[in-house]
T-cell receptor, first 118, second 112 residues
């Protein structure tokens, strides 16, 4: 089955520092990956769509300079939270679609990254 | 914007009972999917139903779709403690360029 690996699973950082989260498709190539944010006991909010070899598409209200996305290869997308502040503390989840099954738009998710900014 | 609304928000049942959760959405869809999320983990795809389908089965899961009412339901039969998780519906909405819009989720607790 399609496996998406996300790293790290948990990170604690000081306010003002930057944190990079990696999302890898392990057994398939993903031209598109998605980054979500989830608050406790709430739903997933799509932050941006990561496109291999081109700029990410950000959702309305998401700061591009705050959440930098790089999709430099067909198996890796990274999300960098720049100058993190306590309000950025959240659960970040990535997902990807299998290219042979794009019509169904089923997404395969990483295990998530819990970010705590002190 | 959050399209799907699910109810109940939380559901507690005993092992062996059936669990039913509902999802409503607002716009035209290509398909509707259900995902499961264990606490602190990513989501796992459970089942997909296309807009021209009315019912789908997969193991102990039964999904219905009523496009006239813009609603779907997920039934888990003979629930087990291991079914304890949050369940989300997600709509693949026409014209949204591959985005999925997730519902608010139902937290299911199955007790022994």
């Amino acid at each position: 089955g399609a496996v998406v690996s996300q790293h790290p699973s948990w990170v604690i950082c000081k306010s003002g520092t930057s944190v990079k989260i990696e999302c890898r498709s392990l057994d398939f190539q993903a031209t598109t990956m998605f980054w979500y944010r989830q608050f406790p006991k709430q739903s997933l909010m799509l932050m941006a769509t990561s496109n291999e070899g081109s700029k990410a598409t950000y959702e309305q209200g998401v700061e591009k300079d705050k959440f930098l996305i790089n999709h430099a290869s067909l198996t890796l997308s990274t999300l960098t939270v720049t100058s993190a502040h306590p309000e950025d503390s959240s659960f970040y989840i990535c997902s990807a679609r299998v290219p042979t099954d794009l019509a169904k738009n089923i997404q395969y998710f990483g295990a998530g990254t819990r970010l705590s900014v002190l | 914007s959050q399209q799907g609304e699910e109810d109940p928000q939380a559901l507690s049942i005993q092992e062996g009972e059936n669990a039913t959760m509902n999802c409503s959405y607002k716009t035209s869809i290509n398909n509707l999917q259900w995902y499961r999320q264990n606490s602190g983990r990513g989501l796992v795809h459970l089942i997909l139903i296309r807009s021209n389908e009315r019912e789908k089965h997969s193991g102990r899961l039964r999904v219905t779709l009523d496009t006239s009412k813009k609603s779907s339901s997920l039934l888990i039969t003979a629930s087990r403690a291991a079914d304890t998780a949050s369940y989300f519906c997600a709509t693949d909405t026409t014209g949204t360029a591959s985005k999925l819009t997730f519902g608010t989720g139902t937290r299911l607790q199955v007790t022994l």
